[in-house]
């Protein structure tokens, strides 16, 4: 079974400020890593994975995500976030080598600040 | 467009009172899933299908029902809601296999049960 952690339920930051999404997660077998993004009253939307290859991961608006093995993370980052960066964050894993489920993280909720 | 379509997008209903939630894909996508959206808690998921008449539960089938009957069509059924299913539903599909395919997402349906 695999679990995950999102280490910040709400993450307040500036507009043209850095932001860092903390993700942690533990699964007994290897995993893809994914980041979906939720728009205020919308579904979810792939912002990156990860599925082998460069640890770090570039998405769609300026997000990149970097996998640490060791440390089992995958956390999102943005150098200078906008207003409409504002919206919750998902962090997921899938097992690489059976089935297709999806599990997620509690979800962060970026609130960008003018 | 390629896109899962989850009717309808906001629901209230009263304790007991059967419904059904539809969900239907353009992609061809074996697999389907339902999740639950809860604050704090991500998204979790309720049951899914491999392909045409293959479901199973997943981490919170509990109140649902949920069949495969055609390959694009994958409906949640509530035969008898109580208010501990108000909640964010979403429906999503991809391919099977061993790619590390991310899911599509519907748009989300709200439900309140009073």
């Known amino acids: 079974a695999q679990s995950v952690t999102q280490l910040d339920s709400q993450v307040p930051v500036f507009e043209e400020a850095p932001v860092e999404l903390r993700c942690n997660y533990s699964?007994?077998?290897?995993?893809?890593l994914f980041w979906y993004v939720q728009y205020p009253n919308q579904g979810l939307q792939l912002l990156l994975k990860?599925?082998?290859?460069?640890?770090l991961v570039k998405g769609i608006n300026g997000f990149e995500a970097e996998f640490n093995k060791s440390q089992t993370s995958f956390h999102l980052r943005k150098p200078s976030v906008h207003i409409s960066d504002t919206a919750e964050y998902f962090c997921a894993v899938k097992p690489r080598a059976a089935g297709n489920k999806l599990t997620f993280g509690g979800g962060t909720r970026v609130l960008v600040k003018p | 467009e390629a896109q899962v379509t989850q009717n309808p997008r906001y629901l209230i209903t009263v304790t007991g009172k059967k419904l059904t939630v539809t969900c239907s894909q353009n992609?061809?996508?074996?697999?389907m899933s339902w999740y639950r959206q809860d604050p704090g808690l991500g998204l979790r998921q309720i049951y899914y299908?491999?392909?045409?008449?293959?479901?199973d539960k997943g981490d919170v089938p509990e109140g649902y029902k949920v069949s495969r009957k055609e390959k694009r069509n994958f409906p949640l059924i509530l035969e008898s809601p109580s208010p501990n299913q108000t909640s964010l539903y979403f429906c999503?599909?991809?391919?099977?296999?061993?790619?590390?395919?991310?899911?599509?997402f519907g748009s989300g349906t709200r439900l309140t049960v009073v």
């Open positions: 992609m061809n996508h074996e697999y």
């Open positions: 999503a599909s991809s391919f099977t296999g061993q790619l590390g395919y991310g899911y599509t």
């Open positions: 299908s491999m392909n045409v008449e293959v479901t």
């Open positions: 699964s007994s077998v290897s995993v893809y």
């Open positions: 990860y599925l082998s290859g460069s640890t």
